[in-house]
């Protein structure tokens, strides 16, 4: 008499804990027999897992330390099928459609959850392709992607400084300005929150509500009330951030 199939299992690698924990939920949410054997905060961690465990799926960010993505990708070469995590939509979405690679963009959305969900599926029990040629495509598209805003000058009062982007809890639109507020400091910035949103690092600035932007690094929790409405907590300031309806999928519980 056959049992019941082995399930699909997957290893998780990203370097930001908040990250790895939303794409495990949406994953649950999308495909609730996946099962997450493990889950990495490096592509050393990463690699060592998929060969310790061999999951037919891994799910890599692009950007992490002691060993990247594309790099723990190399190493793994065809023991499982590799899907990238990226926030580098503009530069290298070409290249995974070429490939037999699929691929999430941060912050993770529940419609293309799906559809990864439903290309794996379809492709779980095929062997892994190879990714030589891919993998050196996209660390080309890549490098020249990283650009992304590092200073603001801002006014405080009549004096001008100078604030490191990562020293930001969160961006707010202000009439004409944008409000910049650190641990221990407000200041505006003569630009749209529109526009900074395009300069920022997507990998760690979300937006969260139409006037807000949110350093995912400065979030220490996000609560629930009872009706669903979401709030941020911050790391190091009292106020709490209001996570709209639109993009309350990026703080889903799983």
Avoid: C
């Amino acid at each position: 008499m056959s049992g019941a199939p082995a399930p699909v299992r997957a290893v998780i690698a990203d370097d930001e804990p908040l990250l790895r924990a939303g794409l495990r939920a949406a994953l649950a949410e999308a495909w609730p027999a996946l099962e997450v054997a493990a889950e990495a905060a490096n592509g050393v961690e990463a690699v060592n897992a998929v060969h310790e465990l061999r999951p037919q799926l891994v799910f890599l960010d692009i950007e992490m330390p002691m060993m990247n993505g594309l790099e723990a990708a190399r190493a793994i070469g065809e023991l499982a099928h590799v899907v990238f995590v990226t926030a580098y939509d503009r530069y290298a979405v070409q290249a995974f459609e070429r490939g037999a690679v699929d691929y999430v963009l941060k912050p993770v959305a529940a419609e293309r959850i799906a559809q990864t969900v439903a290309r794996l599926k379809a492709r779980v029990a095929s062997p892994p392709a190879r990714m030589d040629t891919l993998v050196d495509e996209l660390a080309r598209r890549i490098a020249p992607a990283a650009q992304t805003l590092q200073w603001l000058q801002a006014s405080v009062g009549n004096t001008l400084k100078l604030i490191h982007v990562d020293d930001v809890l969160y961006f707010r639109s202000d009439t004409k300005y944008t409000r910049v507020v650190t641990r221990d400091s407000e200041a505006l910035v003569k630009k749209p929150l529109r526009e900074l949103a395009d300069e920022l690092d997507a990998r760690h600035f979300w937006q969260v509500h139409r006037n807000t932007i949110v350093n995912v690094r400065a979030v220490a929790s996000v609560v629930s009330d009872d009706t669903g409405r979401k709030e941020i907590a911050l790391k190091g300031r009292p106020e709490k951030l209001e996570v709209s309806r639109g993009y309350a999928h990026l703080f889903k519980s799983s």
